[in-house]
């Protein structure tokens, strides 16, 4: 081994010990089963999860499996090609189809990840005069695509402050393009984006509205079709980024869901669909199997909403002091990073998958416990997963 490599392993490894010893050191759970309300997990057996984004329980489901399955027959392992050489398979196009009527856009676009589709949206959406004005709690994603932007100005308003963000539209030359990006449900809070008033504000300044509604698809509105739904606003949105790795089906893929201009414009110039493979085929097909099963099934959305709302109060009936919000996501805020870290951890000895999550990921001294609900959760879970938090909560003082 070099010494410049020895070098750099031992400064390296120095981090890691610090990461240790500050007990932020990310380990993997192992799961032997196919992801669900219940798992096998490497080491502690049977354990039921509560932190995964398979929010509707598609990832194993019987339909999107078998549609994966018959996909790999029918197209192979992979695309083995960008979209644009010889990438392009028949159930992209039929995906794309889908997701756009789902979306109540025009036209959709896929990529391999939503990571993927903002980071291919962001930068072709800007161009030298354009300012970008973004939610200080925008998801990574969103942040390092502004970073590959070259905006003329960038406005990060305070999270969800509707005044900074008047302010930063009024603050805009005219001629200039305006680009709001919003994630649609934060993920860390588990809040909505003021999207009515968000909305209004742009067609005020005539500015371009792009939502990532990963946390939101298949999961808000009364059939799952995202937060544009929620508020009654189909339509209205003029970009919507999302995930195909949470709710629908939860294999991986991102797309971008607009007008056919910018759809067509993403497939000419976006850098992630010119210089990377491919969705795999067999991954578009069980995508598109979820979407069909979710517009079949509006009754699965009806359930994540109920037994999120009771999961919620269920966990305030015993003590504890969980986020308000409409989501999904049901964030228990607990302090100090190790002490959410000790929680989880003493829940996953109960039986009990739940990621705790502290700083740098959200400020210091606010630590979180994430409850992510599944529509798979059964009753006997939910029963199962709240004896758990009492016993843990009033182990560690926090109830
Ligand atoms: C708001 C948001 N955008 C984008 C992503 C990335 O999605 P993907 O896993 O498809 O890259 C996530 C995933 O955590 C997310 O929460």
């Known amino acids: 081994m070099s010494s410049a490599g020895t ?18 050191y990310k380990r993997a759970n192992v799961l032997r089963s196919p992801q669900g309300p219940v798992v096998e997990m490497e080491g502690r057996g049977e354990v039921l999860v509560l932190s995964s984004n398979n929010y509707l329980g598609l990832a194993d489901r019987r339909e999107v499996v078998e549609a994966g399955i018959d996909g790999l027959r029918r197209y192979g392992a992979g695309t083995a090609s960008v979209r644009f050489i010889c990438g392009t398979f028949e159930p992209h196009l039929e995906l794309e189809r889908e997701l756009a009527d789902f979306s109540g856009t025009e036209a959709a676009l896929t990529y391999v990840s939503c990571w993927n589709a903002n980071e291919a949206a962001i930068p072709s959406l800007t161009d030298e005069s354009t300012v970008i004005l973004s939610d200080a709690l925008n998801h990574a994603s969103i942040i390092d695509a502004i970073r590959l932007s070259k905006p003329a100005r960038k406005v990060i308003y305070s999270h969800s402050s509707m005044d900074e963000l008047r302010a930063g539209l009024e603050s805009c030359e005219p001629g200039q393009r ?3 990006i919003t994630d649609g449900v934060f993920s860390m809070e588990g809040d909505l984006a003021r999207l009515p008033d968000i909305v209004e504000l742009a067609r005020e300044h005539e500015a371009v509205v792009l939502v990532d509604d990963s946390h939101g698809t298949g999961v808000m509105g009364k ?4 937060v544009a739904e929620h508020f009654g606003l189909l339509g209205d949105v003029d970009v919507i980024t999302s995930t195909l790795g ?10 971008v869901a607009a007008s056919e201009e910018v759809c067509d414009m993403l497939f000419q110039r976006s850098r992630p669909h010119l210089f990377s493979n ?40 015993r003590g504890f002091a969980p986020l308000d919000g409409e989501g999904a996501i049901i964030p228990i805020i607990v302090g100090e990073t190790a002490f959410a870290i000790r929680f989880s951890q003493r829940l996953l000895e109960e039986g009990v998958f739940v990621t705790g999550f502290g700083f740098p990921v959200v400020p210091e001294g606010t630590a979180r416990i994430r409850v992510q609900m599944s529509a798979a959760l059964e009753d006997e879970h939910l029963d199962r997963a709240l004896d758990a938090f009492e016993r843990v909560g009033r182990e560690l003082g926090l109830i």
């Open 7 to 24: 070098g750099l392993d031992r400064a390296i490894g120095a981090e890691l010990d610090g990461l240790r010893e500050a007990g932020t």
């Open 178 to 180: 305006k680009l709001v």
């Open 223 to 226: 059939t799952g079709r995202g």
């Open 246 to 255: 949470k709710a629908l089906g939860g294999a991986a893929g991102g797309y």
């Open 278 to 317: 491919a969705l795999p085929p067999t991954v578009a097909c069980s995508a598109l199997e979820a979407v069909r099963v979710l517009r079949r099934e509006p009754q699965l959305v009806e359930r994540l909403h109920a037994i999120t709302a009771s999961f919620r109060s269920r966990l305030r009936e």
